[in-house]
């Protein structure tokens, strides 16, 4: 086996310390720019490989910053290409976690990127409750937290503003004529859906119409089944209903799914709007109509509040709500007259 090329043997090769290799590579401004380019030609060439670990001790952090997502399979996975956009403008490098929607994982995930001193984390939490994160990270690495499940004004956080976006959905269904809407969602019990559900509640009460909410608890996240499932009861609730809106767009894929296999047309018998913007909603056999999250402007505001926070730690927490956008497409249309 080839032996590993060390900074000791590229300091020797190149007639220089330790210390002025190390600071050529690492660019410390006190090292001229021939010496920097010699060095790190030579690095190439020998193939020299850094300890990425050892220079983190070193230096007390890095250039990396974690992203603990609670299920890759989601808006979070498909948004982490905009945050690796980000962070590459800003000199920084992305490692991705998938929890698996399991809070121990979560949880090691999150030990392991302190110890390996990452620069940041950013974290989809798995639940509401981020105390056990809270108390791990405070005081040793700056954490901004993605989603609509924290909105503790003591930590920070970016979210898209789920009210304003189911406004934008149930002004959409109301202004084609639609009364008899229903909302689908995976749960009620967390702040995201509260804020969603008072949103849809008002919408309702200013047409004069009862609510509607469905939801199930026992998706396991599979949004797909939870979606057709809470159609067939409401199938076989016998209610009438011309327009669905789910806050998921994996729910409302799902829920397509059982209408159509139900012989519903969509759009012709019933509307259906999701939530969120996922790439598979624009997929032409699909085309969901939904509401969107703003993924680039969600991205860099995260990695720009990482790096403030990295650079001093003594600022007050951040927050930002991204305003949403209803992106139109072939599943909703105005209400049949017949």
């Known amino acids: 086996m080839k032996r590993a090329v060390t900074m000791a043997m590229l300091a020797k090769e190149l007639g220089l310390s330790e210390s002025a290799v190390s600071k050529a590579l690492n660019d410390y401004p006190d090292i001229g720019p021939e010496t920097k380019k010699l060095v790190r030609e030579k690095a ?67 030990r392991n990127l302190i110890n390996t001193m990452a620069m940041g984390i950013v974290v989809v939490p798995v639940s509401e409750d981020i105390d056990r994160i809270r108390r791990m990270t405070r005081g040793r690495v700056p954490v901004v937290y993605l989603g609509s499940k924290v909105r503790d004004e003591s930590v920070n956080f970016v979210s898209a503003d789920g009210a304003a976006g189911t406004e934008l959905a149930m002004q959409h269904l109301i202004s084609q004529g639609h009364r008899k809407i229903v909302m689908l969602c995976d749960h009620k019990f967390s702040s995201s859906r509260s804020h969603k559900m008072a949103a849809y509640r008002a919408a309702m009460q200013s047409i004069g119409e009862e609510e509607h909410i469905l939801s199930s608890d026992d998706t396991q996240g599979d949004l797909l089944r939870g979606g057709r499932e809470l159609v067939q009861r409401l199938l076989a609730s016998g209610e009438r209903f011309t327009a669905l809106y789910a806050v998921k767009d994996m729910l409302a894929i799902g829920a397509v799914g059982a209408l159509e296999e139900a012989g519903i047309k969509v759009p012709e018998d019933v509307s259906v709007v999701g939530y969120d913007g996922i790439d598979a909603a624009a997929l032409p056999q699909i085309s969901l109509t939904c509401v969107s999250q703003p993924r680039a402007e969600m991205a860099e505001k995260v990695i720009d509040i990482l790096r403030r926070h990295a650079e001093d730690p003594s600022l007050p927490p951040e927050h930002y709500l991204a305003m949403p956008e209803l992106i139109v497409r072939r599943s909703t249309a105005a209400v049949s007259k017949n």
Not at 58 to 74: C, M, Q, W
């Open 44 to 110: 190439e060439e020998l193939g020299y490989t850094p300890n990425i670990l050892a220079r983190n001790l070193a230096k007390k952090t890095s250039n990396f910053v974690g992203v603990v997502i609670r299920d890759i399979n989601s808006i979070y996975g498909e948004m982490f290409k905009s945050l690796s956009a980000a962070a590459v403008q800003q000199g920084l490098n992305l490692i991705l976690y998938d929890t698996g929607n399991d809070r121990t994982t979560e949880r090691d995930c999150v």
